[in-house]
Structures are given as C-alpha cells and as structure tokens.
C-alpha cells in the first residue's frame, strides 16, 4: 500500500509593464493589478492531492528457464481545488479518479546468455492541478501562470505491451551486455495544451487517444580501464482520432483560428529519435574522463498538430566530463556542455506578430535555443558508513609508499562567497494586526569572507564573519485586506552574519554546524511611494560541507537560514487618508532568507 498526501499554494500577480527597444526590453511601472475577475487578477489557489494505491505482484518459475510475472494495483486519486481569495469561484471543486491497473509478463532464456521477455501493463494518471484550473476553453490562461477555472478532465489510462530481448556476452577480456526492445503505448483520454485565439492564452484538453510506440536498444561494454556505451529509441507518437483544434497563429489556420487533425497526425515536442554514444576511461584509480555525443531528432512545433509546418531541425552536441576522488568520500568535478558551441533549438510554437508592430515581424514561429558552450567545477562527497569505517579497521593492508601528513584545519582564512536565497516576507498593521501572509521573495548574493579555525583532534572550532552584496526581494498583493492592495514590496541589497563553526574533520573532509548573527539592509514601501530603508539586527543558523583542494585552498558548500526580524516604516509606508492622518501609521515588516551558496578559501600558514 501507498499513499502521498501533497498540500500545495499558487499565487501570482500582473504588473502593468511596457515593451520598448530593439531587442524589445520590458519595464514594469510599479502597478500591480488588482481587480475582481479576469486572466490577470490576483490569484491564491490552495491544491490538497491525496494518491492512494493498493498492490501486489508475484514471480512465478515455471521451468528452469520461463518465469512469469503478474500483478495488479488499485489507484485512488482525490485533488481538491479553493479559490483562497475568493476572486474566482470557478476554481474551487474537487475532482476524485480511480482505476486499476493489472499487469503480466514472462521471461524465457533462450541460451544461458540469452533472454526473450515481453509485458503487458495498463496504467493512470490523474490530471494535475494546473490543468484541471486551465481547462476552460472559454476563460483560458496567460500563459499557464493565472489559473481562472476548474472544470473536469477525465484521467488518462495507458494500456502497454512490450517485447524484446536481452543477453551479456564475453567479448576480449571484457563483457558486453545489451538490450532490443520494441514498445506499443495506447494512451486514452489523453491531455493536451491548446493556443487559445486570445493572445498569449492557453488551456488544457482532453484529445482522445494517442499512440506512442517505437524500439529502443542499448549496449555497455566493461573491459579494464574502459567503460563504453550506446543507446538509441526511436518514437512514433501520433493521434487516433479526427480533432479541431486552435492554433490562431499557426499560418496553416482557418479563419476561425482553427487546425484540423487526422488520425497518423504526430503528437508536437517530441524528437522522433535520440541517439547517444559515450565512453569514460579511467587515467589512473582517483581520475576519470569521458566524453559523449547526443544527438537528438526533429520535432513538430507545438500548435502545428495537423503536421503542416517544417519542423524544429535535429542536433547534436559533444559533453565532456572528468573527476577527480581526493580520498574514498570526497571528489572534484568538471563538466563541458557543448563543447563545440553548437547552434540548435530545442523547442518551437508559434505567436502573434502583431503584438509589437515596430518590429516588423512577419514570421510567426518562435524557437528556444539550446545551450551555449558551458563549463561547470565543483564538489562532491558522501559520508562513510560506520560499519565501513570498523571493517577498514578490520582489514588494514600494509602501504607500500609513506601516506601524506593529514590536513589540519587550524589557521586564518580569506576568501569569497556567493549563492542563492529564497525566502518570504509578510507585513503586520499596527492598528488592526491583519497580516498580508507570507509572500515570496527570491535574488543572488556575492562577498567576501574572513575567518579563522583551531582544530583539536577531529574537531574543529572556529569563528567566520562575512559580508555580501545582494539582489534579493518580492512583493505580494492581497485583496483579503486593504493592506497591500496595491502591491507590497520588501527588498535587501547587502547583509553580514558574524558566527561561530563547529565540526568534525575527515582529514581533508570537514562537516559543520554554524549559528550567529545577522545584519541586513531592509527595503520595503508600496509600489507607487517612496522607499522606506531601515538595518537590522537578526541571527542566523546553518550547516555546511568543506573540502581541502590543494595546498592552502579549500572550497566549500554552505546552507544558512537567515531571520532578520521585525523592520518597521512609518511615513512612506503608511496608506495615506487625503483628508487626514494615515490609516494605517506604523507597519511590521517581517523578511527572512534560506541561503544556498559556495565559496573559495585561502589558509595562512602551514
């Protein structure tokens, strides 16, 4: 049995922005939209899933060689819809799916070193909160981000059979196992995204049935230091059913808006084939490198389901990769992502020329490029199991050559830092308490560290101070109260923390804790008044990971949270009477931040 249980909150707002300049720029104003109904109101959605699943499965030898497997599963799917603003009833509702699956299967070994299988399997899937609140072809979405209405789509149930072989064999000192099989995938009821005529809009459907069904084959070959690898599938995904669907911008529409679709139609956004070919060597027992070559197949743009458009051309790219074990936990790591900087689009669909006429645009398709040229470093490490630990103990070979000296910890340190933080803010009135609740904010950050450890046997104590300049803030609007109405704004642009460190070194490996204080810069003022600025004083509590590269230099992965108490405004940031004092004359803002970052040091001394 199974169950999982997901509570989830949506929320989004529309700010009045203008398109300017070549490439065309946007620049907000400020105002946030705050109106009763329409695609660009405030939206909060509450969303309580609960997926429950009863099952069983049995392998059963019939001989030496066939085996047979069966199995079935009960599914039971509720997802419950509320308009928590109470701006759109048409979101709430609640929507229950339930289906069982059975499922049967056999293997036969034609030879010791070859398998023949083949499977039958139906499976469901509920529709998913976002496109049970898009699903209204008469009040569609902006774009998926405004949910406006909740009425039913039915699950979609996929019925599966597939057949194959598989085998390993011997092959110069070094083993080649491969696998060949073909697929039949029915999917009925399926789900779809739809252009709707108005401009940036879209909705979800269901566009009866589907059929994906191809081959896939994959091959490995171990041999000493080698470690070779293949696979290719190829997918032939079209519809079974005549539909009318929109698609206005599609220059291949009727004058209604609308495409036609046959059955043998292909599916849009998905590559016909995808093709992979690697290897990885092993240079000497702590460094690897390998390299691979994708290469993927062309794809119908999305809205061009009547297939009457070129399609999104194929590409390839080569990836590099390499690392490095610095003990039996810990590793650096390098990645190169398209190596050759190749130029290719991974995605397409269509828009309205029209919408920014300065530009002359007549070409109504648009691409998403692929990745540039990338390079990534970094770190990696697990922890050792205890029982490892004692069984190291246990069976202690006799080195051959001296072991370096450990690394100690002890030392003053210099380096720089820089991350991400997420977090929220929410803002309390003075005169009623009412509370805008939690909303988002989000930025990056970057500065410097100083610091210093002592290290005592394995433990390691130090202290850390730090100071960043950061990008970090959000705004919510809320309609439940007056506070906020038009948009609340809570924003940082530098912070400092002051801390002590405690941790337990694994030689070269060092895992911390760390707790302090905090020191920040608090923005905040509604979006048409000046801004109020005020420091604050908080505290901050985090944990960490440290790794010695070479020499002096060590890097390091770091999670902080960050509470910065209560700031507090007055004149700017009270809602103002016109024929009097302020309604509201002193507001509470709360900010607080969880902090992802890494970061470079450099010890003093040996």
């Known amino acids: 049995m199974s169950v999982d249980r997901g509570l989830v909150q949506f929320s989004t707002t529309s700010e009045l922005s203008t398109i300017t300049g070549v490439p065309p720029l946007v620049q907000g104003f400020g105002l946030f939209i705050d109106q009763p109904s329409g695609d660009v109101a405030p939206v909060g959605l509450g969303a309580t899933t609960l997926y429950t699943g009863l099952y069983a499965t049995d392998t059963f030898d019939v001989t030496p ?327 190291a103990d246990r069976t202690q070979l006799v080195p051959t050559k001296a072991l370096p000296p450990p690394f100690n910890w002890t030392g003053l340190y210099l380096g720089v830092n820089g991350g991400y933080s997420f977090g929220g803010s929410d803002w309390t009135d003075s005169v009623t308490g009412g509370s805008t609740g939690n909303f988002g904010t989000s930025g990056f950050l970057f500065g410097g560290t100083l610091g210093a450890n002592y290290q005592i046997g394995a433990f390691v104590f130090g202290v850390e101070a730090d100071g960043d300049w950061t990008k970090t803030g959000g705004f919510g609007t809320f309609t439940a109260t007056s506070l906020c109405a038009g948009g609340c704004l809570t924003n940082s642009n530098w912070l400092a923390t002051a801390r002590g460190r405690f941790g337990y070194a694994f030689d070269r490996f060092l895992a911390y804790g760390t707790a302090g204080a905090a020191f920040g810069n608090v923005q905040a003022n509604f979006s048409n008044d000046p801004v109020s600025s005020t420091t604050e004083l908080g505290w901050t509590v985090g944990a960490g990971v440290e790794v010695a590269l070479a020499a002096n230099w060590t890097a390091k992965a770091e999670y902080l949270f960050v509470d910065l108490a209560n700031g507090s405004c007055t004149a700017d940031c009270a809602i103002q009477n016109p024929n009097g004092p302020p309604l509201i004359p002193n507001i509470a803002v709360k900010f607080n931040e969880s902090i992802v970052r890494a970061g470079v040091n450099y010890k003093f001394g040996s």
Not at 171 to 183: E, F, H
């Open 65 to 391: 060689r066939l085996s047979v497997t069966g199995g079935g599963r009960f599914n039971f799917a509720q997802i419950t819809l509320t308009d928590e603003l109470g701006n759109d009833p048409l979101l709430n509702g609640s929507h229950d799916y339930m289906h069982f699956n059975p499922m049967i299967g056999a293997t036969y070994k034609l030879t010791p070193n070859v398998t023949v299988y083949g499977d039958f399997s139906e499976a469901n899937r509920a529709p998913t909160p976002l496109e049970l609140g898009c699903s209204n072809p008469l009040q569609p979405c902006l774009i998926d981000n405004a949910l406006v209405g909740d009425p039913n789509l039915n699950q979609v149930v996929t019925y599966t059979f597939e057949a194959g072989l598989r085998g390993h064999f011997d092959i110069a000192k070094g083993q080649l196992n491969w696998t060949v099989g073909a697929y039949h995938a029915l999917n009925t009821d399926d789900i779809i995204n739809v252009a709707s005529p108005i401009p940036g809009h879209e909705y979800f459907q269901n566009a009866g049935d589907t059929l994906r069904q191809g081959i896939e084959a994959n091959a490995t070959y171990k041999w000493d230091r080698w470690n070779l690898y293949a696979n290719y599938t190829y997918v032939d995904a079209t519809f079974r059913d005549y539909l009318t669907l929109s698609s206005p911008f599609n220059p291949y529409a009727n004058a209604a808006g609308n495409i036609f679709v046959v059955p043998g139609d292909h599916l849009t956004g998905i590559p016909d084939f995808r093709f992979k070919l690697g290897g990885e060597y092993r240079i000497t027992d702590p460094w690897k490198f390998g390299a691979d070559l994708n290469i993927i197949g062309s794809q119908y743009l999305v809205g061009d389901e009547s297939n009457q458009n070129h399609k999104v051309p194929a590409y390839w790219v080569v990836n590099l990769h390499t690392s490095y074990k610095l003990s039996e936990q810990v590793e650096v790591f390098g990645l190169v992502r398209n190596l050759f900087d190749q130029h290719y689009y991974t995605y397409g669909t269509f828009f309205d020329t029209t919408t920014t006429p300065y530009l002359n645009l007549t070409d109504p398709r648009t691409f998403l490029p692929g990745m540039p040229f990338t390079a990534y470093v970094g770190v990696r490490g697990t922890l050792a199991a205890e029982g490892q630990a004692f069984a």
